[in-house]
Protein backbone atom coordinates (compact mmCIF):
# COMPACT_ATOMS: atom_id res chain seq x y z
CA UNK A 1 0.00 0.00 0.00
CA UNK A 2 3.01 2.34 0.54
CA UNK A 3 4.14 2.21 -2.49
CA UNK A 4 1.17 2.49 -4.24
CA UNK A 5 0.24 5.52 -2.62
CA UNK A 6 3.62 7.05 -3.17
CA UNK A 7 3.48 6.33 -7.26
CA UNK A 8 0.40 7.90 -7.18
CA UNK A 9 1.62 10.92 -5.10
CA UNK A 10 4.63 10.96 -7.98
CA UNK A 11 2.14 11.07 -10.50
CA UNK A 12 0.24 13.49 -9.41
CA UNK A 13 2.98 15.91 -8.51
CA UNK A 14 4.45 15.23 -12.09
CA UNK A 15 0.90 16.44 -13.83
CA UNK A 16 0.56 19.36 -11.33
CA UNK A 17 3.89 20.19 -13.12
CA UNK A 18 3.11 19.72 -16.93
CA UNK A 19 -0.07 21.55 -15.88
CA UNK A 20 1.16 24.56 -14.70
CA UNK A 21 3.89 25.12 -17.16
CA UNK A 22 1.49 24.84 -19.66
CA UNK A 23 -0.82 27.30 -18.18
CA UNK A 24 2.18 29.69 -17.73
CA UNK A 25 3.18 29.44 -21.46
CA UNK A 26 -0.37 30.41 -22.34
CA UNK A 27 -0.84 33.07 -19.92
CA UNK A 28 2.20 34.84 -21.40
CA UNK A 29 0.91 34.24 -24.81
CA UNK A 30 -2.66 35.81 -23.88
CA UNK A 31 -0.53 38.79 -22.53
CA UNK A 32 1.26 39.02 -25.54
CA UNK A 33 -1.64 38.60 -28.01
CA UNK A 34 -3.61 41.42 -25.95
CA UNK A 35 -0.35 43.77 -26.01
CA UNK A 36 -0.27 43.46 -30.19
CA UNK A 37 -4.23 44.23 -30.00
CA UNK A 38 -3.98 47.33 -27.63
CA UNK A 39 -5.08 50.28 -29.00
CA UNK A 40 -5.05 54.30 -27.84
CA UNK A 41 -7.41 57.10 -28.48
CA UNK A 42 -6.12 60.21 -30.83
CA UNK A 43 -6.79 63.27 -28.52
CA UNK A 44 -8.93 65.90 -29.12
CA UNK A 45 -6.34 68.24 -30.39
CA UNK A 46 -7.60 70.83 -32.58
CA UNK A 47 -7.15 74.66 -31.12
CA UNK A 48 -4.62 73.49 -28.86
CA UNK A 49 -1.20 75.15 -29.12
CA UNK A 50 1.16 73.12 -30.25
CA UNK A 51 3.18 72.83 -26.91
CA UNK A 52 0.19 71.42 -26.03
CA UNK A 53 -0.35 69.26 -28.58
CA UNK A 54 3.08 67.78 -27.93
CA UNK A 55 2.11 66.92 -24.63
CA UNK A 56 -1.00 65.27 -25.20
CA UNK A 57 0.35 63.23 -27.57
CA UNK A 58 3.39 61.89 -25.73
CA UNK A 59 1.24 61.42 -22.74
CA UNK A 60 -1.59 59.55 -25.17
CA UNK A 61 2.18 57.03 -26.06
CA UNK A 62 1.91 58.56 -30.14
CA UNK A 63 4.18 60.59 -32.13
CA UNK A 64 3.95 63.60 -33.89
CA UNK A 65 4.83 65.06 -37.36
CA UNK A 66 3.49 68.42 -37.61
CA UNK A 67 3.04 70.18 -40.88
CA UNK A 68 1.46 74.14 -42.08
CA UNK A 69 -0.62 74.52 -45.21
CA UNK A 70 2.18 75.14 -47.51
CA UNK A 71 3.61 72.06 -46.72
CA UNK A 72 6.84 73.39 -43.93
CA UNK A 73 7.19 71.19 -41.10
CA UNK A 74 7.28 73.83 -37.67
CA UNK A 75 6.67 73.52 -34.33
CA UNK A 76 5.24 77.41 -34.27
CA UNK A 77 4.53 78.45 -30.16
CA UNK A 78 2.01 80.85 -32.19
CA UNK A 79 0.16 78.23 -33.78
CA UNK A 80 -2.51 76.08 -32.86
CA UNK A 81 -3.25 72.32 -34.11
CA UNK A 82 -6.81 72.63 -37.03
CA UNK A 83 -6.92 69.39 -37.73
CA UNK A 84 -5.33 65.84 -37.22
CA UNK A 85 -5.16 63.02 -38.92
CA UNK A 86 -6.27 60.41 -38.01
CA UNK A 87 -9.53 62.20 -36.33
CA UNK A 88 -9.69 62.50 -32.39
CA UNK A 89 -11.37 59.15 -30.89
CA UNK A 90 -9.43 56.98 -33.61
CA UNK A 91 -8.59 53.67 -31.90
CA UNK A 92 -4.57 53.15 -33.45
CA UNK A 93 -1.74 51.59 -31.99
CA UNK A 94 0.47 53.41 -29.29
CA UNK A 95 3.79 54.62 -30.94
CA UNK A 96 1.47 55.51 -34.14
CA UNK A 97 1.96 58.82 -35.78
CA UNK A 98 -0.08 61.07 -35.84
CA UNK A 99 -0.05 64.15 -38.63
CA UNK A 100 -1.13 67.71 -36.95
CA UNK A 101 -1.92 70.31 -39.64
CA UNK A 102 -1.05 73.55 -37.95
CA UNK A 103 -2.14 77.70 -38.71
CA UNK A 104 -1.05 80.74 -36.93
CA UNK A 105 -3.88 83.42 -35.70
CA UNK A 106 -3.51 85.26 -39.10
CA UNK A 107 -4.41 82.34 -41.30
CA UNK A 108 -7.26 80.80 -39.60
CA UNK A 109 -8.72 84.66 -38.98
CA UNK A 110 -8.24 85.05 -42.95
CA UNK A 111 -10.29 82.02 -44.35
CA UNK A 112 -12.60 82.00 -41.48
CA UNK A 113 -14.17 85.12 -43.57
CA UNK A 114 -15.07 85.80 -47.32
CA UNK A 115 -12.95 86.48 -49.64
CA UNK A 116 -12.06 90.60 -49.36
CA UNK A 117 -12.26 92.31 -52.61
CA UNK A 118 -9.15 92.98 -53.90
CA UNK A 119 -9.50 94.97 -57.85
CA UNK A 120 -7.59 98.10 -57.75
CA UNK A 121 -5.30 97.66 -54.68
CA UNK A 122 -1.63 97.93 -55.41
CA UNK A 123 -0.33 94.73 -55.02
CA UNK A 124 3.07 95.68 -53.45
CA UNK A 125 1.58 97.03 -50.21
CA UNK A 126 -0.14 93.17 -49.90
CA UNK A 127 1.95 92.81 -46.99
CA UNK A 128 0.24 95.01 -44.88
CA UNK A 129 -3.12 94.44 -45.81
CA UNK A 130 -5.72 92.27 -45.87
CA UNK A 131 -3.20 89.60 -47.39
CA UNK A 132 -0.47 90.34 -44.58
CA UNK A 133 -0.51 86.97 -43.50
CA UNK A 134 -1.68 84.66 -46.17
CA UNK A 135 0.62 86.08 -49.26
CA UNK A 136 2.25 82.37 -49.68
CA UNK A 137 -1.58 81.34 -50.74
CA UNK A 138 -1.71 83.38 -53.58
CA UNK A 139 -0.38 82.45 -57.01
CA UNK A 140 0.44 86.23 -59.00
CA UNK A 141 0.29 86.64 -62.72
CA UNK A 142 0.67 89.72 -64.93
CA UNK A 143 -0.45 90.71 -67.79
CA UNK A 144 0.00 94.59 -70.06
CA UNK A 145 -2.26 97.87 -68.69
CA UNK A 146 -5.22 98.26 -70.61
CA UNK A 147 -6.79 102.47 -70.51
CA UNK A 148 -5.36 103.80 -67.81
CA UNK A 149 -4.86 101.03 -65.08
CA UNK A 150 -1.28 101.41 -63.18
CA UNK A 151 1.45 99.05 -63.17
CA UNK A 152 1.24 96.61 -59.50
CA UNK A 153 -2.85 97.14 -59.67
CA UNK A 154 -4.93 94.06 -59.13
CA UNK A 155 -7.06 93.64 -61.87
CA UNK A 156 -8.77 90.24 -61.83
CA UNK A 157 -8.63 87.56 -58.49
CA UNK A 158 -10.27 84.41 -57.93
CA UNK A 159 -12.24 83.51 -55.81
CA UNK A 160 -14.82 86.44 -56.19
CA UNK A 161 -15.53 88.92 -53.95
CA UNK A 162 -17.63 87.72 -50.96
CA UNK A 163 -17.13 83.62 -51.78
CA UNK A 164 -16.93 81.11 -48.42
CA UNK A 165 -13.11 80.13 -48.64
CA UNK A 166 -12.07 76.81 -47.93
CA UNK A 167 -9.03 77.17 -45.46
CA UNK A 168 -5.50 77.02 -46.94
CA UNK A 169 -6.76 76.65 -50.32
CA UNK A 170 -5.19 78.68 -53.52
CA UNK A 171 -5.96 82.01 -54.42
CA UNK A 172 -5.22 83.99 -57.56
CA UNK A 173 -4.34 87.41 -58.85
CA UNK A 174 -3.34 89.07 -61.91
CA UNK A 175 -1.39 92.32 -61.40
CA UNK A 176 -0.77 94.70 -64.00
CA UNK A 177 2.95 95.15 -65.30
CA UNK A 178 3.96 92.80 -62.11
CA UNK A 179 7.61 91.93 -62.63
CA UNK A 180 7.43 88.23 -61.95
CA UNK A 181 4.96 85.36 -61.09
CA UNK A 182 4.82 84.74 -57.18
CA UNK A 183 3.56 82.19 -54.72
CA UNK A 184 2.97 78.45 -54.82
CA UNK A 185 -0.28 79.04 -53.44
CA UNK A 186 -0.78 75.90 -50.80
CA UNK A 187 1.44 72.89 -51.60
CA UNK A 188 0.27 70.16 -49.73
CA UNK A 189 -2.99 67.83 -50.07
CA UNK A 190 -5.01 70.05 -47.51
CA UNK A 191 -7.46 67.87 -45.19
CA UNK A 192 -11.20 69.18 -44.49
CA UNK A 193 -10.59 71.63 -42.05
CA UNK A 194 -13.88 72.45 -39.63
CA UNK A 195 -12.84 76.30 -39.54
CA UNK A 196 -16.23 77.42 -37.06
CA UNK A 197 -14.68 74.97 -34.45
CA UNK A 198 -11.64 76.19 -34.72
CA UNK A 199 -13.01 79.36 -34.19
CA UNK A 200 -14.95 78.16 -31.28
CA UNK A 201 -12.09 76.67 -29.62
CA UNK A 202 -9.72 79.74 -30.13
CA UNK A 203 -12.14 82.86 -30.04
CA UNK A 204 -10.05 83.87 -32.67
CA UNK A 205 -12.95 84.79 -35.29
Known amino acids: MTRSWTSLALVAAVTLMITGCGSGAADADDATKASANETVAVPDLVGDTMDTVLGQLDKAGLAAEATTPIGDSDWSAEAVAVSTTPAAGTQVKPGTTVKILE ?38 TSRKPKGNEKAGTVVAQDPKVGAKLKFGQTMRVTVVDWPEDGGPGASIDMPNVDLPNVCRHTKWC
Not at 114 to 129: C, H, K, R, V
Open 103 to 140: ARKGEIVFFAKAMPNLIGTQWDGAPSGATEDVNLYFEV
